[in-house]
Every structure is written in C-alpha cells, then in structure tokens.
C-alpha cells in the first residue's frame, strides 16, 4: 500500500502523514504501508514505486490521501502511475479512490470542533468549515456538501468557504452572524496543519479554530477501507 499525499514545505504536514501511515500499519501489520508525495516532500511517488518494484513486489495500491477529487487525484497522479508502469511492467499499480466527504472523516472534524470547545447544543455557534478549494467548480460543490454532513445531529449553523476561491472565510463568518450565531469557530476541512491553514488563522485572529482532521483514528480506516475497495473484484451483473 502505498499512501500518496498532497506534500507540504510545512514540517508539521509530512509528520502528520507519517502519523496516519504509522496508524495504517499498526492496524495492518501483514501489508507493506508506504509514504509517499506528490511535491515538495520526500520521498516522491516515483521514488517509492522504484523502490517497490526493485524489491519484487508485484501489485501495488496506491490509496491518495485526499480529500478532494481534482487535478491531483484525476489527472497528476494517473500520469505518475503511468508513466512508472512503462518503467515496472511486472509491477501492477492500482489507484484507489480518495478519502473523500466521508462520513467518518466529518465525524472525525467535528471531534476536533468539539475539542475547540464547541458545544452541539448550542444553536446560537455557528461553524466556518474551511477547505482549500479547488479549479474545479464540481469539486467545489461536492465540498459544500460537508456543511450540512457536519450539522447534522447538533444545533450548530454551518457554511463552508475556501482558502484559495470564493467564498472566503470573511463572507463565512458574516453569513453566520447574519444568521444569529454570537460564536464562531473556524473548522479546517484539510488533514494537516500548513501554510493555508496558518493563513484562515491570520485572516481570522480573533476566532476559536479546530485543529485539522490529523492522526485521527477514523482517517486510518478510512484510508484502508479505499485500500480494499480497489482490491476487491468489481462484480459483472450483465453476466
């Protein structure tokens, strides 16, 4: 299983990666559980799946730790894989879908909310889901969808804005005063700690902000639920 993230200038993002990955292999201790990064961070997913194949492994699944399905799941890393199956033809490189808006991972966000301080029984706090954003105007819309996941079972008021596009966490924050919410909190919809999420923090100082979703628990069943999804035959029902 190789574990494929997004990579980051920021130290804390490639220890968190290792954290989730430790997590991986602690819960699977028969699979071979492998970093690797897409930029900026060593080692590269180039660099890992040499290392696979010169090692004799022949199947690899390749699970991106993303929460989105944009450039980087659907274009950048295809190209990756393809380009080492030409150089590793006995080497069968299987990508995985991405974590996604899953469930578990919302529960996991909302934990962190709840660490923040934040209480589900109070109507009147209102939570700024704060993702990256994307290019892509779907996967934009698909994150929207995170909102209401994390609202349901509590009394908070939600919206979600992006740190790269509009809306930003400013017009967030201001939809949920309108809204009659006296407590804003700031909920990063990202894995890790890094330059973005420093930045929702400067642009919105004088809020409560969670941490990221992290080592959490859920993120490694997550991660291996993917894993298995892309080993599991896809059944032929016209047959």
Known sequence: MIAVAHGSRDPRS????????????????????????????????????????????????????????????????????????????????????????DPRLVTALRDRIVAAGADPRDERTGIAVAAVGSSSAAANRRTTRIGDLLAAGTAWRTTVCFATTEPGPAEAVSSLRDRGCDRVLVAPWFLAPGLLTDRLRTAAADLRHAETIGAHPLLAEVALDRYAAAITPTLDLSA
């Open 14 to 101: 490639a220890a968190t990666i290792s954290a989730v990955v430790a997590d991986i292999a602690v819960r699977r201790p028969d699979l071979d559980v492998r970093p690797a990064f897409l930029d900026l961070n060593t080692p590269s997913v180039e660099q890992v799946v040499d290392a696979v194949a010169a090692q004799g492994h022949t199947d690899a699944v390749v699970v991106p730790l993303l929460l989105g399905s944009a450039f980087h799941a659907r274009v950048d890393l295809p190209g990756l894989l393809a380009t080492a199956g030409v150089r590793h033809p006995r080497l069968r490189l299987t990508q995985a879908d991405v974590l996604g808006t």
